[in-house]
């Protein structure tokens, strides 16, 4: 969701070095696809007395946080110990951001992340996320799937993936299977009930690489998932199956995905449903 910050921030200062702090199984992919210069591990040790009153800094990360004319954060930072001490490291200019949306602005996520820069005088952005700067694996598959979320409540039942990815497989579909590491059990369920070639797993990959594989692939289907706002920034055709989270705030942001509802809820979609999106997204 930040991909339009970053994006917004290069074209308004396209000869700014632009980094990136947070978590280090994310920071690669916006370092890999050219959105940032750099980024570093918000859960470094020695950036840990940031986040208490008065916290001692060390030299290096004194001269690190100096070297910014702005920082922008996003952290949720309620008594502002962290713009305190960053602050204290030169003449900044700090921006302290929304840790997460509102749930009643009736604001997509995107828009509310990139208000803050208005600061800045970026008035005017690109609010759909885009990653142009990952180049795309040797194989190919038709479809890309990832039958996983990260919350149960999330997840379209895993019987209905396993007709989905046989009738994929029936139509001699490529299909990849993405799966993280909250995923396991609904992975190994389509490993059992599933036996064709065409199906193919990549399973607690990094980022980088689930990116890469993405770019290979012609279409995507899976839930309200960080990978499908990957897919989506990626450029991909796709489908979201969606359940009761805020589609106004959280649904990824592309003209070529398509959201997709049961009457009943995630339970209420079914298989012939979803293939029919697939084939016709206009249905």
Request: contains cysteine; negative net charge; aromatic residues 8%.
């Amino acid at each position: 969701m930040t991909l339009p910050v970053f994006a917004a921030i290069r074209e308004m200062f396209p000869n700014a070095h632009i980094e990136v702090l947070g978590y280090p199984n994310v920071t690669p992919l916006a370092v890999a696809g050219g959105a940032v210069d750099g980024a570093r591990n918000i859960d470094a040790r020695p950036l840990a007395s940031y986040f208490i009153r008065k916290g001692e800094s060390d030299a290096e990360l004194k001269d690190y946080f100096g070297s910014f004319h702005v920082v922008i954060s996003y952290l949720y930072d309620p008594d502002g110990y962290f713009q305190n001490n960053v602050k204290s490291c030169g003449e900044i200019q700090f921006i302290q951001g929304p840790h997460r949306p509102g749930e009643d602005d009736g604001c997509h996520a995107a828009d509310v992340l990139l208000k803050p820069l208005e600061q800045i005088a970026i008035f005017v952005a690109d609010s759909v996320p885009r990653l142009s700067g990952i180049e795309g694996g040797s194989d190919h598959h038709d479809v890309a799937v990832h039958p996983g979320s990260g919350s149960e409540s999330k997840n379209w039942p895993i019987e209905q993936w396993s007709v989905l990815l046989n009738a994929l497989a029936q139509e001699n579909k490529r299909v990849l299977v993405i799966g993280g590491e909250a995923d396991g059990p609904r992975i190994k369920h389509l490993k059992e009930k599933l036996n064709h070639e065409s199906i193919t797993y990549l399973e607690c990959a990094p980022l980088t690489e689930v990116a890469s594989a993405l770019r290979s692939c012609g279409s995507f289907i899976g839930h309200d998932s960080g990978i499908a706002h990957l897919a989506a920034a990626l450029g991909l055709p796709g489908i979201s199956l969606w359940g009761e989270t805020n589609q106004t705030i959280w649904a990824p942001r592309s003209d070529s995905f398509k959201i997709l509802k049961g009457g009943a809820g995630l339970a209420g979609i079914d298989a012939n449903q979803v293939l029919n999106s697939l084939k016709d997204p206009d249905a």
